[in-house]
Each structure stands twice: as C-alpha cells, then as structure tokens.
C-alpha cells in the first residue's frame, strides 16, 4: 500500500514538470527554400552558455524543450557550407523560419606527417611528384631517383623493382618509344602531377581483357594547367679553357598535340647521343654485324662520360605526335646527331698461357667522327575492335675515324670509313571478329647497306702479308648488303581464362659478302696482301615456322606454353673459295612460363625455355679479313650451331602503403655448340678462325635488391646484390683452356634529406672479379670500390649549393692499387621574376687528367691508361618559360 501511494506521487510530480517545461520550434531552409537537414540549432543565454540544443530534421524542422522563463534568450544556427546565424528569441509559442546563406569555408592549414605518399589501384602505383621533390630539382629524372623502388641508372635506363620498364608515357601517350632519356631530362618536375608505375602493361585495347603482359611502365600524369601551354627551356653557357653549352627545347602535351623537341651542343664531354639510346630494342631474325671492320680504338674507361669525354657534338632530336578521331595517333621521331671525339691512350697487355707469356705496348691518338640521322614515322590507331600500327624506319649513320697508332714501338697511321643505310618498314594489324577471336598480321621489311674501308700507312705486319719486306699501305674494303622480310598471320581464340593463338609465317634473308683486303707497295703498284684476302660470298636463309600458344589467366595464376616448330634452310656459296653449301635444319624450341601472385602485392614466377640457333654470315666466310690493324678474322668451320636449356625463377615483393619494395631472381643456361673461336696470338698481331670443335658454356646468375622509405628521415636506402658465374672454352695457340670466372657485386645507396635545407646522397659499389685457368693453376683477382656522393644546400630560398665527390679504389693482386678522387662545386641562383637560373660550376677540382683502368680475365691482364680533360669552369644562364 505504501509503495503504491509513493509511485502515484512520483508520477504526479513527473506530470507537473513536463507541464512547466516550454517547446521552442522552428523550421530551417535555404535561399531556395528547400529544407535544410542536420543543421545544429543552440539555445543559449545573453553570456553565450548554451541551455539546449538539437538538429533539424530531414524537413528541416527542430524542437528544443527548456524549463527556463524569461526572454533574453538567442536561438544560433550553424552548418558546414552555411554561414552561422542567430537571432534573438522573443515568443516561446511563435514558429521560428530561418534562411541561411551559403559561404565559402576557409580552414585552417593543417600538417600532417607521414602520410603515405604511394597510393595502389589494381596493377597502378601513383606516386605524387611533389612529395619526393626537392627546390633544387629540375627535370622530373631529378625526382624519379628519390623514389622507393625505381632506379635511375647512370646511361638514364630506368628498372621497377629489378626490372627494366618497357615505355614511358606521357598521359598515357608513348611519344618518345623507348628513347624516353630526353624526356626524364627535360621535362620539369613542377609540370607532372603524378608518376604511375604500370605493371602488367598492354598497351593494346583488345588485349587487355586476357593480359598475360609481364611488362613494366612508366606513365607520367601531366598537371591541367602544364597542358594549356608550351613549356621549355633556353640555356646557354661559357667555360675555361675554351668550353661551351648549349640547349633549346620546347615541349606541349595536351589531348591533341604532343611534341617533344630539342636542339642541344657542347663541348663539355656530354653526348648527347645519349638521348637517342634505345634502351629496349625489339629483338628480331635479321641477324647482321652492326659493323665489320674497327680501328681497334681503346673501349670507354669505367667513369661518367662526362669525366673523360672530349667532344664537340651537337644534336637535334624532334618527337611529335597527332591525334586524330578514332583513336588514330601519327607520330614523327626524327633525330640528327654530329660528334668530333678525340681519345689519347696507351696500354699494356699480357696473356698467359701454358709455357708462354704474349704481351704488347700500344698507344693510340684517335679522332672519331661519328654522323647518325633517324627518322621514324609511325601511324597507329588502337580501339576495342582493331588495332593498326605502321611504322616506316630510315637511318644513315656515317663515321669517319683517323688514328696515329704504335703497337711495340712501330708506327702507322690509319683511316676507317663506314657509311651505314638502312629502310625498314613494320606493319602490324590486329582485328576482333564478331566471334570473339582476334585475327593478327604484320609484316617487316628492311634493305640496309655497309659498306666500309679501313686504310693504313704504312702497311704493318710484313713478315706475315709482305714476305718480310717494308710495304707502303694496306687497305680492306668490305661490304655487306642485307634483304630481310619477316611475314605472319596467326588467330587467337579467347575463352573465359584461357586463350589458344596459333601463327603460321615465313622469313627470308638475302646478303653478299663482299670484301677484298691489298696491299700497296712502296713502288705504287697494288695486289692483294694473301691469295685468300678476298670474299664474295652470297648467303640465303629461309625459314618456314607455325607456333603454338595457349595462355591461362586468374587473379592469382598466369601461365603460358609456347610450341614454335620451324624448318630451316641455310644455303651460300663463295666461287673464290670453291664453297657452295647448304643447311637444313627442323627445329622445336618449347618455352613455357608461370606466374603465381602469393598475395595482392608480391609473386613469384618461374620459366623454362629450350632454344637451337643457326650462325650467321659472319662464321663462314673463308677469305681472310683485317678487322683491325692487328686482327686478322677467318673462317675454316660449317655453320655454327648451338642448342640452350635456360632456367628462370624470382620473386617480387612489395609493400606499397609501407614503401618497401624487394626483389630476388635466378637464372641458368648451359648451351652446347659445335664450333669454337681460335686465335693465335703474338706480340704483334691476332690471327682468328672459327674451327669445328664441340664445346659447352655454363652460366649461372643471382640478383638482389631492396627499396625502402623511410617516413622519419624523408630518405629513400636501397641494397643490392649480384653473383654471376660462367664456365667456358678458349683455344688460344692450339691449347684448349677451360676457363672458369666468378663475380660478385654490392652496391648501398641513401637520398636523404637532412633538413629543410639540406640534401645528401650517396651510392657505393664494391665488386669482386675472380677468374681462373681450370687445371693450368692461372688465375686473376680483380677488386674495386666505387664510391659517389653529393650534398645539396639551399640558401635565401633562391640559392643552391652542390658539393659532389667519386673515389674509385682498384686493388688486383700483380698490379700497384689505384686511387682516385674527384671532386665538383656548383653553385645556382634562381631569379624568380625573370625565371631565369644563373650557374657557375667547377668539374674536377683535383684537375686530375690521367686515369688508369684495369680489364682482367682468366689469363689475361690490360692496364690502360687514358687522357682525361681536367679542371673546367662553367658559367651558364637558364631561362625557362
């Protein structure tokens, strides 16, 4: 009873206060008068302490219940997008209509640190420029070295993860091919928004849907505002002693024109034949020597160009691209190159064999004159249903080289002409029938011609080409014209994951050897310097192939098995040598690859691959040919054959949010061959000759790499790791070796950035070449330590100091250390309202201009010694629009 009376009170006094409570209502809109939701309406008092609060509802209406009496009272209404609003709050019973005006919103700029810079979207990395950029950087290569996982080689090749990228597009374009060094050098950082990194990259639409791609590429996102304008630089710059450089360039890339053009020269030790370098050129059956004959001019100690360059280049380099409706693209790459090279060295060699040592003093003053104009023309439409690609090739590449040489104490002067022409053209077409299957064609032809002639005064050697008498000249002419055409169609059947193609085509080669090496004799009179120094040799090479593939494709698996079968005709034939012969050959080279992704980020694969090889014209020809002033090249052995097993395996991983990426492959061949190369040396001359003789090569090789950021110092480390091991045979002086030759590499690097202000790099190498004479107890030991470092200030905003050093340290067990150091100072200024850089800088504070190299093999030692320019001063004003 008492509990009852006790909640009856309760309730009654429950009851009162409700009654004594006030309901404040309202409603809540736009300029348009559309009802506003979610907007916070507070009650508050004449201090601003808030008494009551709620949101509006999807009408717009609000309900605010206060017990509180007066009429000082203000309602507030707030929402993002709006501005904030109050009025003075009058009639507790009167429905309050409120309108709020939109406003813009202005907050606060906040910073947040180590936020992930690398972004994924399926086979796509993004990595944002400005995130791993620097004040002083300058072209948008400058950036690409700062990020985890892509590497920046020295010549400019560009690798993902340890693997090489197959293009780089600009907006998805490919305006440069594979060329892409002029475009990591002269577009600027500032005008790319992103960097992509694509893997699986097809670039053919209707292949994209059973991509079996394992490419890699690049793909720079151009910033809006970079597409609405021409952009470029003018540079021009003087030095001591007598120094100069030069560039122009100018560059749009916007949806309907693309160009990319530069004119550039100097005298600085920069080639800039660099640009034109073609860092992964499509492989093809034409086979042929890029030239026959050489000056045997000394080969590029192991330094940056610029060290030991002397040069007077200049060079123009045009790449446009149209688009047009339906996906139709033209583009014209044309290029035009001229060099003068000077190169002063001399050298020691020693060759080791059994009971005996052959060695030689040479010394060479070269000037090489090399000449390259290219043009490519290519018209390319690529759509869901076709695919049309053509491109129509030209190159003329004339090189002109003199050079004082004394080998042993004997002098001659000698001068190479080589006029090199080729025409090609490639057509490939794509078609997907109403069925679903894909019906492709192409075809490639080409006519290139060499002819060459290499001259020397007075004629050396003539204890073996002139009965031992003094002679006044020899001169080797040489030719090689080349027909090639390369035909197929094949049909691709898709089917959900797996996709049948079968191709059937055929190839053809046509060559003529000809060559012819005299003598000229003191008298005037001329004749061939052997009765076997002349060639003419005709050389036909068909082949009729079909090949079968078939390729599966999920998520997580992409594996393919290829079945090429093909019938080989090789036939040649030389009156001058009684040679005419002929080969015929069946061959099927299976090769079959897998690719299985562990997880979203990291995979492994793995690939067999046995393949047969045929010669080429250069293995049979019987008339003797002077390659070199001392090289003399023959031939006494049939075609060459050789037949390879080749293993394959690697991993890939990464962690893109983490910035960690890593890589580990491992590869190994062994090929057996039926012929093998002879030389029989002496102390003034190499006699080569291809002999019948079967032998085995053996290689096996392992790669290493990791790449991480770290989000604390704003660096980016990387290690790397490289073993490689060969077995193979020399027969040198009719002793057959059996040589055995093991390398190892590391290499460390860190960009760092210090401060704010200060940058610091640093790539050290350390490799370890051993080599060994199976049995003969011969052997080599070669070590060295290559170290690069720089350090980047900025100063005032506008000021920009650069401190950079190398060290090479070579240390071989029968030869004195070498040390070297080498030191540059560059000091920048950027006039921003003129956009003008103003430049001085010092190469080579050392002035150090000698460098000796060192080239081992298993029984042999090369020391070479090369004149460097030394200290050069450069000022050189930059303007960019």
Known sequence: ???????????????????????????????????????????????????????????????????????????????????????????????NEVTLVESEINLKTVEVKNRARLTANGDTLNYTTSDFSDKQDRSIGDVLKRMPGIEVAENGKISFNGKNISNMYIDGDNLLEDRYGIGTKSIPHGAVDKVQVIEKDQPIKMLQKNNTSDDVALNLVIKDDARLKVMG???????????????????????????????????????????????????????????????????????????????????????????????????????????????????????????????????????????????????????????????????????????????????????????????????GYRKKLKSGNILNLSSSINRSTQPETLNIKPGLNEEILNNGTPYAALNQYLDLPTFYTNNFASMAFPKGNFVQTYKAGFLIQQQNLSTDLTKLQNNGSSELAAPDALNDLNWLRSRLYLENSYEYTTDKITATV???????????????????????????????????????????????????????????????????????????????????????????????????????????????????????LTDNTQQRIVLPLANQAKNFGLNSGLSKYLFALKSTVSAGFAYSHSQFQQLQNNQLLPFESDNFIYKGSIEAKLTKFMNFTYTGTFTNSKNNTTGTGISTNYQQLRQQSGLAVTMLKSVFLNFSAEHIFTKQSSQPDLKYLFADFNIRYKVLKLKTDLEFGVTNLANVKKFEAINVTANSLTVGTYQIPGRVAMFRATFNY
Request: glycine content about 6%.
């Open 1 to 95: 009873m008492n509990k009852l009376f006790f909640m009856l009170i309760m309730l009654s006094l429950s009851s009162i206060a409700v009654l004594a409570q006030k309901q404040i209502k309202g409603k809540v809109k736009d300029e348009k008068a559309k009802p506003l939701p979610s907007v916070m309406v507070s009650l508050k008092d004449k201090e601003g302490s808030t008494l009551g609060f709620a949101r509006t509802n999807e009408k717009g209406d609000f309900v605010i219940s206060t017990d509180e009496n007066g009429s000082d009272f203000i309602l507030e209404f707030s929402i993002l997008g709006f501005g904030k609003k109050t009025i003075n709050l009058t009639d507790f019973n009167k429905t």
């Open 233 to 427: 630089e003018f540079k021009a710059g003087l030095g001591a002693p007598d120094r100069f450089d030069g560039n122009v360039n100018a560059m749009l890339f916007n949806k309907k024109v693309k160009f990319l053009n530069n004119l550039k020269g100097n005298n600085i030790g920069i080639d800039p034949g660099l640009d034109l370098t073609s860092f992964n050129p499509l492989a093809n059956d034409n086979t042929k020597p890029s030239s026959l004959l050489s000056a045997g001019a000394a080969g590029v100690p192991t330094l940056p160009q610029s060290r030991t360059l002397f040069n007077k280049a200049g060079q123009a380099n045009l790449n446009n691209l149209f688009k047009f409706k339906n996906d139709l693209q033209l583009r014209a790459n044309v290029s035009y190159l001229y060099d003068e090279r000077k190169q002063i060295y001399n050298k020691s060699s020693e060759t080791r064999l059994s009971g005996e040592t052959i060695s030689y003093q040479e010394n060479q003053d070269n000037f090489l004159n090399p000449q390259k104009l290219k043009g490519q023309f290519t018209l390319n439409a690529n759509t869901d249903d076709y695919y049309l690609n053509n491109a129509l090739a030209v190159e003329y590449n004339p090189t002109r080289t003199n050079s004082n040489v004394f080998i042993n104490g004997i002098g001659a002067f000698q001068s190479l002409k080589q006029n090199m022409f080729s025409l090609s053209n490639d057509l």
């Open 562 to 680: 290829r079945l090429p079968l093909s019938y080989n005709s090789i036939n040649y034939d030389d009156a001058n040598h009684n040679v005419d012969k002929s080969l015929n050959r069946f061959f099927v080279n299976p090769a079959v690859s897998f690719k299985y992704q562990t997880s979203p980020e990291n995979y492994v694969t793995a690939a067999y691959g046995f393949r047969n090889n045929l010669g080429t014209i250069d293995d049979v020809f019987s008339g003797t040919v002077l390659r070199n002033y001392r090289s003399l090249f023959a031939n006494d052995a049939p075609i060459s054959e050789n037949s390879s097993h080749s293993f394959s395996g690697s991993f890939n991983f990464r962690k893109a949010i983490e910035m960690i990426f890593g890589n580990i492959s491992l590869n190994y061949s062994t090929t057996n061959l039926n012929t093998i190369s002879s030389s029989i």
